[in-house]
């Protein structure tokens, strides 16, 4: 058992001891992306506490224990992967009705996102059995908390996670991505970052904030325009090293293609504004706010050229 944690586990005992902590009940913990210190009080006291831990592997959960101090024996460990989730879900089912508190962990982050554990939480809620979340890390927050994305931009983000693997699946996604007005999270691994990059070069000058070992000794973040990110990558090898989460900023509203702009003015001159806006965006794909601003603003060129 390590000593490193020991003050943290008695703080989490004085701080979180005192809640309640239903029996029969899933506990879905986030773990740390990268560094340790991450880990929340509640979390290290609700590990400690729970009779059972479903775990995505269950090596690489007992050695995250041991480092805080956290003694569990491989019985008390149950295996619950994306190969297994449905079948490992009957398992801690069984647990829980037998009255045992379970904590469920992925490798890293926050569960049931890119991780396993949504397909086990369903089948607990189908079931009707109680399940409680413990916030605490997850690389999709923390790269975006970092990429300076404005307040004010509407819309809020999607969260894509990673693209398809096979070249074409992933050119087709990318080009899904290029109508995407709003912020898109993507997630990728070491070994397909590169492909990735060239694929991303298709948006040309929109702005992608890549982290890279998030939290972690080596960890770097740069924004960048997505047609010099397999360029930033090419700049230093350890670049191709690590974990990745990316943000492909938003389209700022008053960009709108030359060609959409094209047909909104063709349409303009035959037709009232709103029809105009409304046919160029089932034309051309653009959402019909980005258009309406757009014809606005042409509208207005064409107006003030009138009156010279």
């Known amino acids: 058992m390590s000593a490193l944690f020991t003050s943290a586990l008695a703080a989490s005992a004085e701080a979180a001891s005192g809640q309640h902590y239903p029996q029969g009940t899933l506990y879905v913990v986030a773990t740390p992306i990268g560094n340790l210190a991450d880990i929340s009080l509640r979390a290290l006291y609700v590990l400690g506490l729970v009779d059972a831990i479903a775990c995505e592997d269950t090596r690489h959960t007992q050695s995250l224990l041991r480092a805080y101090g956290i003694d569990k024996n491989a019985s008390q460990l149950i295996a619950l992967h994306q190969h297994n989730e449905a079948q490992a879900a009957h398992t801690v089912i069984d647990h829980l009705r037998q009255g045992r508190r379970v904590a469920y962990v992925s490798d890293a982050g926050t569960p049931g996102i890119s991780d396993p554990g949504a397909r086990l939480v369903a089948a607990l809620v189908e079931e009707k059995l109680r399940c409680i979340p413990l916030p605490g890390p997850s690389s999709v927050t923390t790269v975006l908390s970092v990429a300076g994305l404005a307040n004010d931009e509407p819309g809020g983000f999607v969260f894509a996670g990673f693209l398809p693997s096979k070249s074409g699946e992933r050119d087709r996604a990318v080009l899904a991505l290029a109508s995407e007005t709003r912020a898109v999270v993507l997630l990728e691994a070491p070994h397909r970052i590169e492909a990735l990059a060239q694929a991303l070069t298709s948006l040309g000058n929109r702005q992608v904030t890549v982290g890279r070992e998030l939290t972690k000794q080596f960890e770097e973040i740069a924004t960048v325009a997505a047609c010099d990110l ?8 350890n670049r191709l090293r690590g974990e990745f989460a990316l943000v492909l900023h938003p389209t700022p509203p008053s960009e709108t293609p030359a060609q959409d702009t094209r047909v909104l003015r063709l349409l303009l001159e035959q037709l ?37």
């Open 230 to 237: 397999p360029a930033w990558l090419a700049a230093d090898a």
């Open 272 to 308: 009232p504004l709103k029809t105009a806006v409304k046919l160029a965006a089932d034309i051309t794909g653009e959402p019909r706010n980005t258009l309406y601003q757009a014809a606005l603003t042409l509208k207005g060129d064409k107006d003030h050229a009138a009156e010279q």
